[in-house]
């Protein structure tokens, strides 16, 4: 399975960004994590392609949005309200079999190469 993420970038505080990530084939699961300098990769957000079901972190329920496209494999993550500290590396993800959890980044085979998003105060 091959991930081709886009849609990072330089937006000021507040601002608005939507990320993009195509799987090549169709798969379990997908996820949005982040990784700042210095940090530990976070859980951002998930889709289960099976049932639709979808998984924020709480740090960004009410500002960010995962949608799918289901015909081109595809995840998107609208981030808005954007703010400094959620200036990292935005890396997606996926799997191709069901655990429960999804907020590990262990439990993911495939990772893309990453795409920088920088909020500016």
């Known amino acids: 399975v091959q991930l081709q993420a886009s849609g990072g970038g330089l937006v000021q505080a507040g601002g608005s960004l939507r990320l993009a990530c195509t799987a090549s084939t169709r798969v379990e699961a997908m996820a949005w994590f982040r990784q700042a300098p210095g940090k530990e990769r976070e859980f951002v957000a998930a889709?289960?392609?099976?049932?639709?079901?979808?998984y924020l972190a709480d740090s960004v329920r009410h500002r960010f949005i995962i949608s799918t496209d289901i015909a081109k494999n595809t995840l998107y993550l609208q981030m808005n309200s954007l703010k400094p500290e959620e200036t990292a590396v935005y890396y997606c993800?996926?799997?191709?079999?069901?655990?429960?959890?999804?907020?590990?980044?262990?439990?993911?085979?495939?990772w893309g190469p990453g795409t920088q998003v920088t909020v500016s105060s």
């Open positions: 993800a996926a799997r191709n079999y069901y655990v429960t959890t999804y907020t590990e980044p262990t439990r993911y085979s495939y």
């Open positions: 889709v289960r392609w099976s049932t639709g079901s979808t």
